[in-house]
């Protein structure tokens, strides 16, 4: 649930409005075992936030000596933002997925290396009428998805430069393969260098498109027997790529707290709040140039 609402008035019916991100569905049963009893990883599903930073939330990582250790994770969310500001126009309407594989192993004490691989796609989906009758029970106004037909994919980016941003529908495709080195310096201190490599087959709009890395300290505190707490802080570097480059910044942050509670065996909910820094500027387009801040909350 993306909890970030621009406050600029609107310019036409639909400028200024929300952007939201629901989770649909997180299946990541083995996650349990992945964040030794912590939170799961986190990373943005927008194609246009993802395309623009390596970071992520890491959680403290817990792997068996001598062992490979693996988890799948499987998120789907609905995303629509549809701003029209004077001479701008931004529209996000689609369903979005992800699929990934991660591999985790010790190599010395306190030491560990990470490989993700994944697929992901974006697509008109099917559940506009759960997403507005959902809306609608909690009394959470969302003019943008009302002012949109049902069910209909919408990817369009365009500045009063010329600058035009217009994918189709994309995936299933290759994401970025993701490396990861992290030393535990103490049963509660993590610290992680990641790094991505341009390896997604998508088109322009959902794509790196070149190498990036970042750095991701966290710090994991068990509250209670049932209860863990994490919080994290982050920082990462991107070059440039492809049609928006003169909007682009090429160095980021991050931020991530949050909080698990296990019910019983490797049952559990958790529920965090993530924020990213700005990773576009200039483009007259408030929720593409604003810094990111999100909530999430879960089963695993």
Not at 82 to 104: F, M
Not at 149 to 155: A, D, I, L, M, S
Request: glycine share 10%; net charge positive.
């Amino acid at each position: 649930m993306d909890l970030h609402r621009p406050t600029s008035p609107p310019t036409t019916l639909t400028a200024g409005l929300p952007r939201a991100a629901l989770l649909l569905a997180l299946l990541a049963v083995p996650a349990a075992a992945q964040t030794g009893g912590g939170l799961p990883p986190h990373e943005s599903l927008n194609p246009l936030a993802v395309a623009r930073s390596p970071l992520l939330f890491l959680p403290y990582q817990e792997v068996p000596a001598g062992r490979w250790r693996s988890a799948v994770s499987l998120e789907y969310g609905n995303w629509i933002d549809y701003q029209l500001p004077i001479g701008r126009e931004y529209l996000l309407d689609a369903e979005v997925y992800r699929l990934q594989l991660t591999a985790t192993r010790d190599v010395a004490r306190g030491v560990f290396v990470q490989g993700t691989v994944g697929v992901s796609g974006a697509w008109r989906g099917f559940a506009d009428g759960f997403f507005t009758w959902y809306h609608d029970l909690i009394r959470f106004t969302q003019p943008e998805r009302l002012a949109r037909p049902k069910n209909t994919f919408g990817y369009d980016l365009a500045l009063p430069d010329g600058t035009v941003l217009s994918p189709r529908p994309a995936g299933p495709a290759l994401e970025d393969v993701r490396l990861t080195a992290g030393w535990r310096a103490t049963p509660h201190l993590q610290v992680a260098l990641t790094a991505t490599l341009p390896t997604n087959t998508a088109p322009e709009g959902y794509r790196r498109g070149v190498p990036a890395a970042g750095a991701v300290a966290t710090w994991r505190q068990t509250v209670l027997r049932r209860v863990t707490y994490e919080v994290s802080a982050g920082g990462g570097l991107q070059p440039r790529y492809g049609v928006l480059s003169d909007y682009q910044r090429t160095a980021f942050a991050s931020a991530a707290t949050g909080i698990r509670i296990r019910l019983w065996g490797r049952q559990a909910i958790y529920g965090y709040l993530w924020y990213h820094s700005p990773r576009y500027l200039g483009t007259g387009i408030q929720s593409v140039d604003a810094r990111e801040f999100t909530g999430d909350f879960g089963w695993i």
